[in-house]
């Protein structure tokens, strides 16, 4: 027989059914929050967990989209197919619809229904009706267009005819005197100003318009100066060495640090902005025009376009025209700068320093610019080219290969 060791004094011996006890009570405490969880879980009565609702995610608020007028709808299409919006007006027709006002030239008309009625089409709206009005010194041209069964405008065109015909017969006048040179006038940075086009046109010469490219009115003023016969240059910014920060910020500009592929897209760029382009001058350029390899990749894409170049001499180190001479492109130099002084009052001084060159050298090429004092100097003046014995000529008179 085994005896047990004695006790140690103080110590009391543990009952074995106690130790039981405790071992099944914590067991059916697991078993009950198990079994609790397990219902909790199965969304069923839980009397230990609590299902905690979600609250529900916050719904942005989704502004409904605000839908065109057909008015707008009627502006945009104009607007783009290049119509000026200050010439577009609105007012309410005879027959209750609104009625859309814009003037325009023939041509200008001609070139720009076909774009005008695609952005109509693009946008849900379709022409329902064209009617035209001729008269004697304007043609009208009346479209009904509608959106959906119920919104109905009418878009009127009006194409006066009178100023193209003065100008036509302004042209065919023979000169006063018999010409002993000839001189071609180009006017740069056209394309801010209508009204100073209208001057412009108010002259009835062939002065010579070059547009920079990302002017306000750059396209309008091309079609305008084109139906009366002008010729047109693309005005093309190119880096110049002065004001070189500010330059870098003149939209358009070509600079020397670009590749040869990105000269040649900007150029694309530029030039499908001014339509009726027949050649090129160089806006400031002192740092471009300097670097014969820059050129040729500049003159690359004119030669094959056919189109002329024309170097503004920015720079006494200008290699332009040479280079346009070497690849055979149609060029010319500027010979005078009419108002390149801040004293405006020194124009009718270069206009005959311009007058003395030509006939001297048979041809010459001024340029100058839509100031407000160039345009009354010119206007005061002009009839001295033809007391100097002097042709105004387009600008491509004069150019040669």
Same mark, same amino acid.
Not at 100 to 118: C, L, N, R, W
Not at 235 to 244: A, G, I, R, T, Y
């Given at each position: 027989?085994?005896?047990?060791?004695?006790?140690?004094?103080?110590?009391?011996?543990?009952?074995?059914?106690?130790?039981?006890?405790?071992? #099944?009570?914590?067991?059916?405490?697991?078993?009950?929050?198990?079994?609790?969880?397990?219902?909790?879980?199965?969304?069923?009565?839980?009397?230990?967990?609590?299902?905690?609702?979600?609250?529900?995610?916050?719904?942005?608020?989704?502004?409904?989209?605000?839908?065109?007028? =057909?008015?707008?709808?009627?502006?945009?299409?104009?607007?783009?197919?290049?119509?000026?919006?200050?010439?577009?007006?609105? %007012?309410?027709?005879?027959? $209750?619809?609104?009625?859309?006002?814009?003037?325009?030239?023939?041509?200008?008309?001609?070139?720009?229904?076909?774009?005008?009625?695609?952005? =109509?089409?693009?946008?849900?709206?379709?022409? =329902?009706?064209?009617?035209?009005?001729?008269?004697?010194?304007?043609?009208?041209?009346?479209?009904?267009?509608?959106? /959906?069964?119920?919104?109905?405008?009418?878009?009127?065109?009006?194409?006066?005819?009178?100023?193209? %015909?003065?100008?036509?017969?302004?042209?065919?006048?023979?000169?006063?005197?018999?010409?002993? /040179?000839?001189?071609?006038?180009?006017?740069?940075?056209?394309?801010?100003?209508?009204?100073?086009?209208?001057?412009?046109?108010?002259?009835?010469?062939?002065?010579?318009?070059?547009?920079?490219?990302?002017?306000?009115?750059?396209?309008?003023?091309?079609?305008?100066?084109?139906?009366?016969?002008?010729?047109?240059?693309?005005?093309?910014?190119?880096?110049?060495?002065?004001?070189?920060?500010?330059?870098?910020?003149?939209?358009?500009?070509?600079?020397?640090?670009?590749?040869?592929?990105?000269?040649?897209?900007?150029?694309?760029?530029?030039?499908?902005?001014?339509?009726?382009?027949?050649?090129?001058?160089?806006? #400031? $350029?002192?740092?471009?025009?300097?670097?014969?390899?820059?050129?040729?990749?500049?003159?690359?894409?004119?030669?094959?376009?056919?189109?002329?170049?024309?170097?503004?001499?920015?720079?006494?180190?200008?290699?332009?025209?040479?280079?346009?001479?070497? #690849?055979?492109?149609?060029?010319?130099?500027?010979?005078?700068?009419?108002?390149?002084?801040?004293?405006?009052?020194?124009?009718?001084?270069?206009?005959?320093?311009?007058?003395?060159?030509?006939?001297?050298?048979?041809?010459?090429?001024?340029?100058?610019?839509?100031?407000?004092?160039?345009?009354?100097?010119?206007?005061?003046?002009?009839?001295?080219?033809?007391?100097? $014995?002097?042709?105004?000529?387009?600008?491509?008179?004069?150019?040669?290969?």
């Amino acid at each position: 027989m085994i005896k047990k060791p004695p006790l140690k004094i103080g110590q009391e011996p543990w009952p074995a059914f106690n130790l039981i006890t405790v071992i #099944m009570v914590a067991v059916a405490i697991v078993s009950a929050v198990t079994l609790d969880f397990i219902n909790f879980r199965k969304d069923e009565r839980s009397y230990l967990f609590v299902k905690r609702e979600k609250k529900p995610a916050p719904v942005p608020e989704v502004k409904p989209a605000v839908e065109k007028t =057909l008015v707008q709808i009627v502006e945009d299409s104009l607007a783009a197919a290049g119509i000026v919006r200050d010439s577009i007006t609105t %007012a309410m027709g005879p027959e $209750g619809e609104p009625l859309v006002g814009v003037s325009m030239a023939p041509k200008v008309y001609d070139s720009a229904e076909k774009t005008i009625e695609q952005e =109509l089409q693009r946008q849900n709206t379709r022409v =329902l009706e064209k009617k035209k009005d001729a008269q004697e010194n304007r043609t009208e041209y009346q479209w009904r267009v509608v959106r /959906g069964e119920k919104e109905a405008a009418r878009i009127l065109f009006v194409c006066p005819v009178e100023p193209v %015909a003065r100008r036509e017969t302004a042209l065919k006048e023979p000169p006063k005197k018999a010409a002993r /040179g000839q001189v071609a006038l180009i006017v740069d940075d056209m394309g801010n100003s209508l009204e100073a086009l209208d001057d412009l046109l108010n002259l009835k010469e062939a002065v010579t318009i070059s547009i920079l490219p990302y002017s306000l009115h750059a396209q309008e003023t091309a079609r305008i100066a084109h139906e009366y016969n002008l010729e047109i240059l693309l005005h093309l910014p190119l880096e110049s060495l002065n004001n070189h920060d500010t330059t870098l910020d003149t939209e358009g500009m070509i600079t020397a640090a670009m590749s040869p592929g990105e000269i040649v897209q900007s150029f694309e760029t530029s030039l499908a902005r001014v339509p009726f382009a027949d050649g090129v001058n160089n806006h #400031m $350029g002192s740092k471009f025009t300097a670097d014969d390899s820059l050129m040729r990749t500049l003159l690359e894409p004119l030669k094959e376009k056919g189109l002329l170049f024309v170097d503004s001499r920015t720079t006494a180190q200008t290699v332009a025209y040479d280079e346009a001479r070497r #690849m055979g492109i149609p060029t010319v130099e500027r010979n005078v700068f009419l108002d390149a002084d801040a004293d405006r009052s020194r124009i009718k001084g270069r206009l005959i320093e311009l007058f003395k060159a030509a006939q001297k050298k048979g041809a010459a090429v001024g340029i100058c610019h839509p100031y407000p004092e160039t345009l009354e100097a010119l206007k005061a003046n002009f009839a001295l080219f033809a007391d100097y $014995g002097l042709e105004v000529v387009p600008v491509s008179r004069l150019a040669r290969k």
